[in-house]
């Protein structure tokens, strides 16, 4: 799943309103040194490093007082390193694996180019269970692999050699086998339930990997008889963690707050009046990102995998009325 900062690259146009950038005098190619996986991409030659997360697989952070010019020449630099594979670009975002399954997440915002980078887990030949909840679903085509969860109610897997077809037929047979209740689908993910209760969570990932999420059912995971108001509520609050759900609400109203804002500020962009408004938002703005950063170290369920999914289209669907 994408890092939060892919989500709330937006809002670099209102806080572009009143922040400048400010200057600094650190050597960045020697701070570079520091990061563990810095090796795997271009050592940056601007700005001041400012590091959250540096792990021996992953790395977070950003890079401060970088021009729109230079963050556009730093995403040619991994392209010309190999950043090429499943890549995606939007506005002034950028995603793509390179042949050896390594990750680069940009952004720019504000004068700042945020940088998350993600090292491949390591896969092996692995024999598919005969026991267990792994017997519910179809066995992959390849038994290239890393098992990460297997309990009596859960058992993920990544799966390697898999294209992105080989994943659509995968969901096919699955859903040939029964994975086909409450189900929910779009190019690289796909939640459903069989009758049973099981749950079943498939997700491309990339440069040829997928991810497989199976579990038990929950004991009040039963579909009501009784008349539902909502989508949302009928498919998922009877599996979702209340928080959860919460944060992705409120996420979402901030959102639709946002947008009203913006096209307000677009109809009148020498209102000075509205400037008022910034640091309410900026407050709103501090504790949403709190919150989900949160979600962001903690791994989420099927369900609620595939309720972040909905939303997250419902406030794109949103943001393309205040798009340019």
Excluded at 17 to 22: A, N, P
């Amino acid at each position: 799943m994408k890092k939060f900062i892919l989500i709330i690259i937006c809002l670099g146009v209102l806080v572009s309103i009143l922040i400048g950038l400010f200057a600094s005098g650190s050597n960045i190619q020697e701070e570079w040194g520091t990061i563990i996986v810095g090796e795997n991409v271009p050592v940056p030659q601007e700005g001041t490093l400012n590091s959250g997360s540096n792990l021996d697989d992953y790395f977070s952070g950003s890079i401060k007082n970088v021009s729109e010019e230079y963050y556009n020449e730093y995403v040619n630099a991994c392209i010309d390193m190999g950043y090429t594979v499943d890549s995606e670009k939007n506005g002034l975002s950028y995603d793509a694996f390179d042949a050896d399954g390594n990750k680069i997440s940009l952004s720019y915002i504000s004068g700042d180019m945020h940088i998350i980078i993600q090292v491949p887990e390591v896969l092996s030949e692995f024999v598919w269970p005969t026991t267990g909840i792994a017997t519910e679903i179809p066995v992959p085509t390849s038994n290239l692999c890393k098992v990460t969860s297997d309990t009596s109610k859960s058992f993920g897997v990544i799966v390697g050699n898999t294209t992105i077809e080989s994943y659509n037929e995968y969901v096919k047979s699955c859903m040939e086998k029964g994975f086909d209740i409450d189900y929910i689908k779009n190019e690289e993910n796909y939640f459903a339930k069989n009758s049973g209760g099981f749950r079943l969570n498939v997700t491309y990932v990339g440069c040829n990997r997928i991810e497989i999420l199976i579990q038990t059912p929950k004991e009040n995971d039963v579909i009501q008889d009784a008349e539902v108001t909502s989508i949302e509520e009928e498919t998922y609050t009877d599996v979702l963690r209340e928080e959860f759900k919460t944060a992705m609400d409120s996420y979402e109203e901030f959102m639709c707050e946002y947008v009203d804002f913006m096209k307000e500020y677009q109809e009148n962009p020498d209102d000075m009046s509205l400037l008022v408004a910034y640091a309410d938002y900026m407050k709103d703005y501090a504790e949403f990102v709190e919150d989900f950063e949160k979600w962001d170290d903690e791994e989420m369920n099927a369900a609620e995998t595939a309720y972040y999914i909905d939303v997250q289209a419902r406030v794109n669907k949103k943001l393309l009325e205040i798009a340019e």
